[in-house]
């Protein structure tokens, strides 16, 4: 495009200049944009949820024993995980054995102690090697009731419910194997959730 002079209020302005693009241009341009902008979105949603469906597993809380952290029928999003990798305070997928002739049973779980640790209730207040363990899951007041002094075998973990009262745990069965972990619980599912 050749250069063209335009005076305007006394000054000189030097081209080349070019003509704004008609009207119908634009409005194509800003569909396309959208077009790939939505295209973009829904790849990245799909894609996110494949990952939550392949690397997840979701399991339905069959039990009030971990209210209030959980409560009967949320569903929970878990990830597999061994259980020499677990913590304290986390909330696990653990599969035991039932009773007598029942097969093998599911439950969820928190995470009080770990091989070797010491643990026992004083005044309705878990310790673990004689320090008081903070517990702001609970719902306030909740004592821990059942809970005699022993020690956590090594490559085992002392669990129990957020819901004292009314949890079955390792104050009736005693502690669980680490391979009996089958996932760590991340979230209640859909996400984002609330995390434990």
Known sequence: MA?????AGGQT?????????????????????LIVTVVVLAVVATASVVVYVRVFDVYLMPSA????????G???MVRGISG???????????????AAGQGSQVTIKRVIAVGGEQIVAVDGEVRIDGELVDEP?????????GLRFQEVPEGH????????????????????????????????????????
Do not use: C
């Open 74 to 76: 949320d569903r929970v």
């Open 137 to 145: 899951y609970l719902e306030r007041g909740t004592e821990t009731e």
């Open 84 to 98: 020499d990798e677990v913590h304290r305070g986390d909330v696990v997928i653990v599969e035991t054995e039932g």
């Open 13 to 33: 302005i030097q081209g080349p200049f070019t003509a704004p693009a008609p009207e119908p241009a634009r409005r194509r341009i800003w569909l396309r944009v």
């Open 157 to 196: 973990l002392f669990l129990m419910g957020d819901n004292r009262p009314n949890s079955h745990d390792s104050r009736n069965d005693g502690p669980v194997p680490n391979d009996a972990v089958i996932g760590l619980a991340v979230s209640t599912w859909p996400p984002p959730g609330d995390g434990f």
């Open 3 to 7: 250069n063209k002079q335009i005076t």
């Open 65 to 72: 024993a971990m209210a209030p952290t959980l409560d009967v």
